[in-house]
């Protein structure tokens, strides 16, 4: 009897040491300097400190993150709040479950050279706009606010190649720009701009990255463990941060550090993101919340509000544990 | 043996090639059917051969008894030698004669010597391994010859196997199928008189539209014959007489 | 000027040599176009790291048209043995020739995930139809003549096909081949953008979202050089196997 019950001592004791419960992440883009917490949580053994194993999908198009987790492919992946909204409001079965990015980097952007020095300049001149509904709302929203009407802009729809647009002057301006990226990059190039941001203009202030789980399958346990590690690599990054770049360069040389100029770029864009990121991310602002979702309810981008209950899924008697 | 061929017709897009043809051809002869180009001549062949049904041509219709007096039925015991391009080109001389018994199912190694026996009564022994792309038209219509006669059937049909070669190779080759084709039912198709003359023991001749049997000629005599042979160049003019006569009669047709 | 890849090469040098002047003469700037010289330094300055990023590519592409072929083939034969298999196929065959392939790689992606697995299957899709319509019309297109010669010698269907039709319809697969070598490692590329972490195609993302131009073209080079020498292999390899073939 006692050799039984000793040896399923045993067992469970080698269980739960190799037990580490695994997570799949699906990130936006492919690994960047915006998924610095995770990358850090990661390499200073945060996430296995929790008893997590976490693996990094990464998906090229954004859109797809987010529905690897409404198929269950992913328990969990990073999405721009705008969207997830959106996507809630379209019947995914998703949920926000933590923040990466308290605060909005979307931008508009201009060449410091260039004569618009504020966005009333915008009159008569030509704007890029990324072609999502979250992103035109966002421009309009700050035109409006400057008493610009949407008639004396010409807004020309472009996904990539933002920074060579601007450069080569094919736009005077443009919107989709992530203020802790391109211009950042820009700059290390030798150019410099003049940004115009959403929450000046009249957008109510939003979380550019938050992570989000499916609403029938998440474990909330889990995600208090998952946040706890993002947390304490936040106060690492801001107490390291040109260490922990030197580290995740060397973790990730293919996507952070593949050449001279990659890496210096990479470099000079993880620097200026370290500010953005939320110390907690598993705390949600209700005022914020709320006013950012009316406005989009609003202005017609959401069929009904979402209440912040459902936007964390407590809306179900069915708990989770 | 007689092998009949009774209400043979023959439609090419809705127009009447041939129509209650009845034909009967000698055993262990040679018999050429003869006329102009496009009178049906190798629809006939064809036809007799079985590939007008089983392999059917675009816009033909086709129907016909042929009966055999010694055989059961004509199938699996025809050959069948084309004008060209009967050689494929990724095998060598010597697997061109034996792919016949490889689509047979046999094994092969059991032909090999008998493939290069017959190679070598062709006089082609020193090409056995080379490809027919390095052959002459008239080498490679021997391999073609030999390939026939390994495979050996009772009855082997002829298309102007000879019709693309120039007149010297033509004339040594007639006289070496008929050297090595004796004794076998033979039945050959050709726009050349002459051709006829020299091989046939009988000859039939095609003409009009719808094709008919306008004339049988028979020649008794040994072939293969020389060209001045005794009756041969009276009955040389007799035919051509004859198929001018037809020739502003008729109209183009399936051949 | 009879090897193609010499042709090929010295069409590369006289487009250098324009690319050269066009930047220097129209004063293009380096964010939009660098000059040749540009991207053959940065090429030599990250040979390592270009050599890395071929590898996964390179894979991707082998087996992809490994596999490609060895599938094709046998849908090609299948179509030519059995008329239902020939009537609902081929339809599918053209539709997969038609479909963008930005449109499919996502799903498949999201099917297969992220690694080598998934491009590979991209690349069987764009193959499919280069592939297995040219074997296809090979084995269609069979002179009369050697059918002829299979049916009086009472040989099966398959018997038919295994000595007959499939080697008269090797030039025409060849020609889907060589065809298939160019378009390989643009799907595998396409593949890449789509998803993952490695490769040219993602090198290629890489550079150009971080604006390093020169690296982004001298991946291009070596993109190109690639498909060159893949396709110069398959023609080389080709000739050898299937000597009876018609030159030009």
């Not at chain 3, 280069?130 to 009472?154: C, H, M, N, R, S």
């Not at chain 3, 040989?155 to 390989?184: D, E, F, H, N, Q």
């Not at chain 3, 690639?226 to 080389?236: D, G, N, Q, T, V």
């Amino acid at each position: 009897m006692k050799r039984i019950s000793l040896f399923i001592l045993l067992m469970i004791q080698s269980f739960s040491v190799q037990g580490l419960t695994k997570v799949n992440l699906a990130l936006d883009w492919y690994i960047n300097p915006d998924h610095a917490p995770i990358l850090i949580a990661e390499q200073q053994g945060y996430f296995k400190a929790q008893g997590l194993q976490v693996t990094l999908l990464s998906p090229v198009q954004s859109t797809e993150s987010a529905q690897l987790v409404a198929t269950g492919q992913a328990d969990l992946a990073i999405d721009y709040q705008p969207s997830l909204l959106m996507e809630m409001a379209a019947g995914l079965p998703l949920i926000w479950v933590g923040t990466l990015v308290n605060h909005p980097l979307n931008c508009v952007a201009v060449l410091k050279d260039s004569s618009i020095q504020t966005l009333r300049d915008l009159k008569g001149h030509s704007i890029g706009v990324s072609a999502s509904p979250s992103s035109e709302l966002l421009l309009n929203t700050m035109l409006d606010y400057q008493h610009v009407s949407l008639g004396e802009v010409k807004q020309i729809g472009m996904q990539m190649d933002l920074s060579q647009a601007l450069l080569a002057k094919k736009v005077d301006a443009i919107e989709g720009m992530m203020r802790n990226v391109e211009p950042v990059q820009l700059q290390s190039m030798g150019y410099a701009t003049r940004l115009f941001f959403p929450e000046d203009n009249g957008v109510p202030t939003y979380d550019e990255l938050v992570i989000v789980a499916n609403k029938n399958k998440v474990n909330r346990a889990v995600i208090k463990r998952f946040n706890a590690a993002l947390a304490e690599a936040v106060i690492y990054l801001k107490a390291h941060p040109e260490s922990s770049w030197q580290q995740i360069a060397g973790a990730y040389p293919s996507e952070m550090a593949p050449s001279a100029q990659i890496t210096s770029a990479n470099k000079a864009i993880w620097l200026a993101t370290i500010g953005y990121f939320s110390a907690n991310p598993g705390q949600l602002n209700a005022v914020y919340y709320n006013r950012f979702m009316n406005f989009m309810w609003k202005k017609g981008l959401l069929k009904q509000p979402i209440s912040i209950e459902q936007y964390q899924g407590f809306d179900t008697i069915i708990g989770h544990s | 043996m007689l092998i009949s061929v009774r209400h043979a017709n023959l439609a090419y897009k809705n127009q009447l090639v041939f129509t209650d043809l009845n034909l009967d051809f000698i055993a262990g002869q040679w018999t050429c059917l003869l006329g102009a180009s496009g009178v049906g001549k190798t629809s006939l062949l064809r036809l007799i051969a079985g590939l007008s049904e089983k392999r059917r041509q675009a816009h033909t219709q086709v129907c016909a008894e042929i009966h055999s007096q010694e055989l059961k039925s004509l199938q699996g015991n025809v050959s069948f030698m084309s004008q060209q391009d009967s050689l494929m080109p990724w095998l060598s001389v010597l697997d061109n004669v034996l792919i016949c018994k490889r689509l047979e199912g046999q094994d092969i190694r059991l032909f090999k010597d008998r493939a290069i026996a017959l190679l070598h009564k062709v006089g082609l022994d020193a090409y056995v391994h080379q490809r027919p792309a390095e052959l002459s038209g008239g080498m490679r219509q021997r391999v073609a010859l030999a390939q026939t006669l390994l495979a050996n059937k009772p009855i082997v049909l002829l298309d102007e196997p000879f019709s693309a070669l120039d007149a010297i190779t033509r004339y040594n080759l007639q006289n070496l199928a008929a050297e090595c084709l004796y004794g076998r039912t033979v039945i050959m198709v050709t726009h050349d008189p002459m051709e006829a003359l020299r091989l046939g023991h009988q000859i039939k001749i095609l003409a009009g539209s719808p094709a008919k049997l306008v004339e049988e000629v028979n020649l008794p005599s040994a072939n293969p014959r020389e060209v001045d042979g005794e009756d041969i160049s009276s009955l040389y003019k007799h035919i051509l007489e004859l198929l001018k006569l037809y020739h502003f009669a008729r109209s183009p047709c399936y051949e | 000027m009879n090897n193609i890849v010499l042709r090929g090469l010295l069409s590369l040098l006289g487009l250098f040599g324009l690319w050269q002047l066009a930047v220097v003469g129209l004063h293009i700037p380096a964010y939009l176009l660098p000059a040749p010289l540009q991207v053959f330094a940065s090429a030599w300055l990250n040979k390592t790291l270009l050599l890395q990023e071929l590898w996964p590519t390179f894979l991707e592409v082998l087996i992809g048209l490994g596999a490609s072929i060895i599938w094709g083939m046998m849908v090609a034969i299948a179509m030519g043995l059995f008329r239902p298999v020939r009537f609902w196929l081929l339809p599918l065959i053209i539709a997969s020739q038609a479909m963008p392939t930005f449109a499919f790689a996502p799903l498949l992606i999201l099917w297969l995930g992220y690694g080598i697995g998934s491009k590979i299957a991209i690349i069987m899709v764009v193959l499919f139809f280069p592939i297995t319509a040219a074997f296809y019309e090979g084995i269609k297109q069979v002179p009369t003549v050697w059918l002829d010669l299979a049916f009086l010698a009472g040989a099966s269907r398959w018997r038919t096909m295994r000595y007959i039709s499939l080697p008269a319809a090797l030039p025409a697969l060849a020609s889907g081949l060589k065809v298939a070598a160019v378009w390989a490692p643009m799907a595998a590329v396409i593949g890449e953008w789509v998803g993952a972490s490695q490769g040219l195609g993602f090198l290629l993302l890489n550079a150009q979202t971080r604006l390093d131009m020169p690296l982004m073209f001298a991946t291009l080079l070596v993109l190109v050089g690639f498909s060159l020498l893949l396709f110069y292999i398959i023609e080389h390899s080709l000739k050898r196997m299937i000597p009876w073939q018609k030159q030009d």
